[in-house]
């Protein structure tokens, strides 16, 4: 979990995410404890917040984050800030799934 000395490398930067029929903004705060989140385009469009996150480093540049929406949806990420790669698995409040991959840039 996020316990570690050293801070990640997406601490206090902001990021987008696109995915095939989703984008979005994800700004971590400088502690890296938090994400604050906006879907800017898809079905999912205008769905924004702040949540609190957890993370676990996999290996250099590549970080497991996950956290839960106000909403209730579910979030995991795998991303590669280093080779600009992101995996993500999303449930949303009504219950659908859904698994994504794309490019990761920094905002």
Do not use: K
Not at 80 to 94: M, P, Q
């Amino acid at each position: 979990m996020s316990t570690a000395t050293a801070l990640p490398l997406f601490a206090g930067r902001g990021f987008r995410v696109s995915y095939d029929g989703l984008a979005a903004d994800n700004v971590y705060s400088a502690d890296s404890r938090h994400v604050h989140y906006a879907i800017v385009s898809g079905a999912h469009a205008g769905a924004r917040g702040e949540a609190a996150c957890q993370w676990q480093q996999l290996s250099e540049g590549v970080y497991a984050i996950s956290w839960q929406e106000a909403d209730g949806a579910t979030v995991v990420h795998v991303d590669d800030f280093v080779g600009g790669r992101s995996l993500a698995w999303f449930t949303a409040a009504d219950g659908s799934f859904h698994r994504m991959q794309g490019p990761l840039r920094v905002l």
